[in-house]
T-cell receptor
Framework: EDKVVQSPLSLVVHEGDTVTLNCSYEVTNFRSLLWYKQEKKAPTFLFMLTSSGIEKKSGRLSSILDKKELFSILNITATQTGDSAIYLCAVGKTSYDKVIFGPGTSLSVIP | SAVISQKPSRDICQRGTSLTIQCQVDSQVTMMFWYRQQPGQSLTLIATANQGSEATYESGFVIDKFPISRPNLTFSTLTVSNMSPEDSSIYLC?????????FGEGSRLTVL
């Protein structure tokens, strides 16, 4: 059965800290790994990773994929209170173009 | 990136009634998906909506409870039938474009 696991499930840090969120997966017909940020209702897209070892960056956020070990990390440097959200990892499959979500990591950044 | 409009954004419904959620995409997309997010939970795929054919449902979801329409490449509806309080959730429409999955704003349903 396809599975996406995230750790930690929740995290509280102080502003300015650096955090690393983890995502591991066991999925047949892997196509891509996706990271989303969810603050209210709709998740907003952060990154799509398809190749191992290539870091993607957007401001203070970065992510990398290891297809051999079947995991990805999302790094956030110099955290701000606006980074408080649930971060969702998802895996896209080639069959039916299905996307499976992990449980999410709830990040709280306190001043 | 695709822009997805979803309505209603929220509703309060009585037990036993049905509600239809509409999803409009600003471009033609092949694959549309409906997800449910129960309180405190992650997203669970309900079904994949294919234009011109019946939706493909995930384990635990059936067409009688969640009928889906996909009349064209920009529009889909999800009906939550014979609602019970356990159906209180956020329902999210999504569409795939160039490998990325984009979401509508979500519909928050509360069933009393």
């Amino acid at each position: 059965e396809d599975k996406v696991v995230q750790s930690p499930l929740s995290l509280v840090v102080h502003e300015g800290d650096t955090v690393t969120l983890n995502c591991s997966y066991e999925v047949t017909n892997f196509r891509s790994l996706l990271w989303y940020k969810q603050e209210k209702k709709a998740p907003t897209f952060l990154f799509m990773l398809t190749s191992s070892g290539i870091e993607k960056k957007s401001g203070r956020l970065s992510s990398i994929l290891d297809k051999k070990e079947l995991f990805s990390i999302l790094n956030i440097t110099a955290t701000q209170t606006g980074d408080s959200a649930i971060y969702l990892c998802a895996v896209g499959k080639t069959s039916y173009d299905k996307v499976i979500f992990g449980p999410g990591t709830s990040l709280s950044v306190i001043p | 990136s695709a822009v997805i409009s979803q309505k209603p954004s929220r509703d309060i419904c009585q037990r036993g009634t049905s509600l239809t959620i509409q999803c409009q995409v600003d471009s033609q997309v092949t694959m549309m998906f409906w997800y449910r997010q129960q309180p405190g939970q992650s997203l669970t795929l309900i079904a994949t909506a294919n234009q011109g054919s019946e939706a493909t449902y995930e384990s635990g979801f059936v067409i009688d409870k969640f009928p889906i329409s996909r009349p064209n490449l920009t529009f889909s509806t999800l009906t939550v039938s014979n609602m019970s309080p356990e159906d209180s959730s956020i329902y999210l429409c999504s569409a795939e474009e160039t490998g990325e999955l984009f979401f509508g704003e979500g519909s928050r349903l509360t069933v009393l």
